[in-house]
Nanobody, 124 residues
Framework: QVVLEESGGGLVQTGGSLRLACAASGRSVAALAMAWFRQGPGKERGLVAALGKDGDMRTGADSTEGRFTMTRDTVKNSVYLQMNSLEPDDTAVYYC?????????????????WGQGTQVTVSA
């Protein structure tokens, strides 16, 4: 049983930064493909970044490129999403996802394990 738990969301002003964390239990993050998704108001859940078992990275929307960085810490058995230069359009619930297959996947339906989500709100 893999359990994922996100933390680090909150309210931040435009231009600010947040670091989201996803702690895994039941399996090592090194043995999972991991990803961050987000779902804004009235929008579909979309990929932010995905990290395969061997370190291959895929990113989602171009709008986050250069501002968001996903990392993995196998000692803490966690993955992180560093978000800089936040904009109001980044407001969303952010979800951590995991899958036992190897490569980074871009579709939400390709992940078996999900956290409960953490709210990020960026004020103008």
């Amino acid at each position: 049983q893999v359990v994922l738990e996100e933390s680090g969301g909150g309210l931040v002003q435009t231009g600010g930064s947040l670091r989201l964390a996803c702690a895994a239990s039941g399996r090592s993050v090194a043995a999972l493909a991991m990803a961050w998704f987000r779902q804004g108001p009235g929008k579909e859940r979309g990929l932010v970044a995905a990290l395969g078992k061997d370190g291959d990275m895929r990113t989602g929307a171009d709008s986050t490129e250069g501002r968001f960085t996903m990392t993995r810490d196998t000692v803490k058995n966690s993955v992180y999403l560093q978000m800089n230069s936040l904009e109001p359009d980044d407001t969303a619930v952010y979800y951590c996802a995991g899958d036992q297959r190897a490569g980074p996947r871009i579709g939400a339906d390709q992940y078996d394990y999900w956290g409960q989500g953490t709210q990020v709100t960026v004020s103008a």
